[in-house]
Structures are given as structure tokens and as C-alpha cells.
């Protein structure tokens, strides 16, 4: 993918994403499929349910890179393939929380992306790639 590794800056930093005394609840999925309006909607569920701060997506299936603002106001970063094959695909799914303490993200290519958070003491970089065996 030409021209996908320039970072993507975001807003200002409100929050830290953590604390030293506070957990954070990470998750990943293998979703598939995100290519249809209900399974979006199903993830953000399921992410809420679990109080999720971040999930990282694998497979959404998505063409290009970008950001998407669900209905419910959560975030969605994406790094697709360019083509609309729609073959392969990384996500990363922050709660409103986190996305306000997001400094920048990287989509390299469809197999792998990263995202950088403000923490009070440390700056915290979450890289979500993809396996490339299926």
C-alpha cells in the first residue's frame, strides 16, 4: 500500500488511558467479517459488555485506512487493502476514554496497524497485526 505510512495524527490528549494503580482491559478478535452494518454493531456491543478499554480487531474486511464514527460515538481505526477484494483487514476499537487519549495511529498496510495513547507516566503503543497464515 503506497503512502500509508505517514501517521495519522489525532486530537489533543484529554485523559491518560492509564494509571499506575488502575487495570485496563484489553481485547482481541478475529471477527471475520465486519463488511455488513450489523456485525459493526455487534462488536461495539460486545466490547461494551466486556468493558473493554481497547479491542483489536482482526479480519474486518475493510478497503483502505481511515477512521469511522459509529452511531453509539465510538471509534473505529481501520487498515485495509486499497482494493475492494475485501480479503484481509486490522481494527482497533477504543472506548470513547481511550479515544480521547489517543496521540496518533500508523495503518501501514492490511495486516497491520499502530496506535499510540497519552498514560500519565509512559506513552503506551499498541501494534495489531494480523497472522499471515490462514
Known sequence: MTGMSQSREA???????ATPKASVRFGCW???????????????????????????????????????????GETILYSGRDDDMHLSGVALLPD????????EWNPFNDRIMTARFNSRYIKTTIVQGLCPYQ
Open 96 to 103: 470513547k476514554a481511550a479515544a480521547r487519549s489517543l496521540i
Open 11 to 17: 486530537r489533543t490528549q484529554s485523559r491518560p488511558l
Open 30 to 72: 478475529n471477527v471475520r467479517t465486519m463488511f455488513s452494518v450489523r456485525k459493526t454493531a455487534q462488536i461495539v456491543q460486545e466490547a461494551r459488555k466486556y468493558k473493554l478499554r481497547i479491542l483489536c480487531i482482526s479480519e474486518c474486511r475493510w478497503a483502505g485506512f481511515g477512521r469511522l464514527k459509529t452511531a453509539t
